[in-house]
């Protein structure tokens, strides 16, 4: 069973930075891809990076292409996503999750353990 622990959210105003971290805990880190999803208040969960277990493979949802970098250390068992030019519309909870295998993904259903969630929240 893997353990999943957001950490670093928060408020901040409209073009910050913020970068968001989750510890990882109860299997091989490097074994399992990495994601970071967000759902914001009356919408769905939507996809906003991806890693693999190597962390040679990353993918971006367009909406934050350029902007962020999902990145992972994994001697620290973390992945973090990097947040640049944040905007209003950026505001969510923001969840990682780690999939079954050692891949990339992009589809919420290929993860397999989610974290609790942690609030950002942009202001303009």
């Known amino acids: 069973q893997v353990q999943l622990v957001e950490s670093g959210g928060g408020m901040v105003q409209a073009g910050d930075s913020l970068r968001v971290s989750c510890g990882a805990s109860?299997?091989?880190?490097?074994?399992?891809?990495m994601g970071w999803f967000r759902q914001a208040p009356g919408k769905e969960r939507e996809f906003v990076a991806a890693?693999?277990?190597?962390?040679?493979?990353?993918y971006y949802s367009d909406s934050v292409k350029g902007r962020f970098t999902i990145s992972r250390d994994n001697a620290k068992n973390t992945v973090y996503l990097q947040m640049n030019s944040l905007k209003p519309a950026d505001t969510a909870i923001y969840y990682c999750?780690?999939?079954?295998?050692?891949?990339?993904?992009?589809?919420?259903?290929?993860?397999?353990?989610w974290g609790q969630g942690t609030q950002v929240t942009v202001s303009s």
């Open positions: 999750a780690g999939a079954a295998n050692r891949w990339a993904r992009v589809r919420p259903g290929e993860y397999v353990y």
């Open positions: 109860g299997r091989t880190f490097s074994s399992y891809g």
């Open positions: 890693i693999s277990g190597s962390g040679d493979t990353t």
